[in-house]
């Protein structure tokens, strides 16, 4: 039996009604939105309502995804769920949405934790098993309530992270969409202390004293994680780029995780392509780990910044240290 083309069918995106910008954050912690911006390139984040959870924000991204797919929940057999903040930690969020959804009651569903790569996790994951054939239609979801996971008094983490969710349908090729051309992943481990959220887990268990300190927020070294970031994204650019035989100015948009507009900029210096070529959203949503890069291709393709045509590079770094990137072709 032949391979099928596996192609991205559908995006869609969701963010919460909710806008919180620097100065709202300079009311709770000692910052400003001057300190915030030249730092980071964050003008204002998302923030999901009390009653809202991972799963809803999922649900909503991937109803948008199928609408503009042309399909419907009935016709997923997978879906897939990459976060760090699930709804509970048993079950996966992903057989809430598909609950939420409707969708077939023998479909696949399972999380995938990879922090801010996990995106490409899942992307990749899906595409494997796609192609497989023993699947047919994918919902692979990025989607994160970040603002449960912050100490709104610590200034280094609050002000970088947000709320939101996309998703994409992933499918045979109908002879539209974005094909997808490759994808590699990589893990440097070892360096955990450097970005984590230590409490809550089996080495760190649950405790009256783990709540009092803070362990269920997160906690991260922001200059070595940023150091540790750029040189990862620029060798999983290089890689499969030298690996699909591209040059840089081959690439018509680059689609990074949105962590900080610093990264971004060192990477386009890195690859000798003008900043205008990557499309950026952190200004608007701060860093949404898994959600940000399905997030940013969503409106990247509204916008009319991908086309026919075109080939796309996908980027992404994460806790552990995790890293990969994908080419899509349009």
Same mark, same amino acid.
């Given at each position: 039996?032949?391979?099928?083309?596996?192609?991205?069918?559908?995006?869609?995106?969701?963010?919460?009604?909710?806008?919180?910008?620097?100065?709202?954050?300079?009311?709770i912690v000692d910052t400003s939105d001057e300190w915030i911006f030249t730092r980071t390139g964050i003008r204002q984040r998302?923030?999901?309502?009390?009653?809202?959870?991972?799963?809803?924000?999922?649900?909503?991204?991937?109803?948008?995804?199928?609408?503009?797919?042309?399909?419907?929940?009935?016709?997923?057999?997978?879906?897939?769920?990459?976060?760090?903040?699930?709804?509970?930690?048993?079950?996966?969020?992903?057989?809430?949405?598909?609950?939420?959804?409707?969708?077939?009651?023998?479909?696949?569903?399972?999380?995938?934790?990879?922090?801010?790569?996990?995106?490409?996790?899942?992307?990749?994951?899906?595409?494997?098993?796609?192609?497989?054939?023993?699947?047919?239609?994918?919902?692979?979801?990025?989607?994160?309530?970040?603002?449960?996971?912050?100490?709104?008094?610590?200034?280094?983490?609050?002000?970088?992270?947000?709320?939101?969710?996309?998703?994409?349908?992933?499918?045979?090729?109908?002879?539209?969409?974005?094909?997808?051309?490759?994808?590699?992943?990589?893990?440097?481990?070892?360096?955990?202390?450097?970005?984590?959220?230590?409490?809550?887990?089996?080495?760190?268990?649950?405790?009256?004293?783990?709540?009092?300190?803070?362990?269920?927020?997160?906690?991260?070294?922001?200059?070595?994680?940023?150091?540790?970031?750029?040189?990862?994204?620029?060798?999983?650019?290089?890689?499969?780029?030298?690996?699909?035989?591209?040059?840089?100015?081959?690439?018509?948009?680059?689609?990074?995780?949105?962590?900080?507009?610093?990264?971004?900029? #060192?990477?386009?210096?890195? &690859?000798? !392509?003008?900043?205008? +070529?990557?499309?950026?959203? $952190?200004? %608007?949503?701060?860093? @949404?780990? #898994?959600?940000?890069?399905? &997030?940013? !291709?969503?409106?990247? +393709?509204?916008?009319?910044? $991908?086309? %026919?045509?075109?080939? @796309?590079?996908?980027?992404?770094?994460?806790?552990? !240290?995790?890293?990969?990137?994908?080419?899509?072709?349009?």
């Amino acid at each position: 039996m032949a391979t099928p083309t596996i192609a991205i069918l559908g995006t869609g995106s969701y963010a919460p009604a909710r806008v919180m910008t620097n100065d709202d954050l300079s009311k709770i912690v000692d910052t400003s939105d001057e300190w915030i911006f030249t730092r980071t390139g964050i003008r204002q984040r998302r923030i999901a309502a009390d009653d809202e959870a991972t799963s809803d924000l999922a649900t909503h991204a991937a109803k948008a995804a199928l609408t503009d797919a042309g399909l419907t929940a009935a016709d997923i057999d997978l879906i897939i769920v990459a976060t760090i903040t699930p709804d509970m930690p048993m079950p996966a969020c992903a057989t809430l949405v598909q609950a939420k959804l409707g969708a077939k009651t023998h479909a696949a569903c399972f999380d995938l934790n990879a922090a801010c790569s996990g995106f490409l996790y899942a992307l990749d994951t899906a595409w494997a098993m796609l192609a497989s054939g023993r699947y047919k239609h994918a919902l692979v979801i990025g989607a994160e309530k970040l603002s449960n996971a912050l100490d709104w008094k610590d200034r280094t983490t609050c002000v970088l992270f947000g709320d939101a969710a996309g998703a994409i349908v992933l499918g045979p090729s109908r002879g539209d969409g974005a094909r997808i051309i490759g994808a590699k992943l990589y893990c440097e481990g070892g360096m955990d202390e450097l970005l984590c959220i230590p409490g809550g887990g089996s080495a760190r268990p649950t405790t009256p004293e783990s709540v009092n300190n803070g362990d269920r927020f997160i906690k991260m070294k922001g200059r070595e994680v940023f150091k540790v970031a750029v040189r990862e994204m620029e060798d999983a650019v290089e890689e499969i780029l030298e690996q699909h035989a591209l040059d840089a100015d081959q690439i018509a948009c680059v689609i990074p995780h949105q962590a900080n507009l610093r990264i971004i900029e #060192a990477i386009a210096k890195s &690859l000798k !392509l003008p900043l205008e +070529r990557f499309f950026v959203n $952190v200004d %608007r949503y701060g860093n @949404t780990s #898994a959600a940000s890069i399905p &997030l940013a !291709l969503d409106e990247a +393709r509204k916008a009319g910044r $991908v086309k %026919r045509g075109d080939t @796309t590079l996908l980027v992404a770094f994460g806790a552990g !240290l995790t890293y990969g990137s994908a080419l899509v072709r349009w």
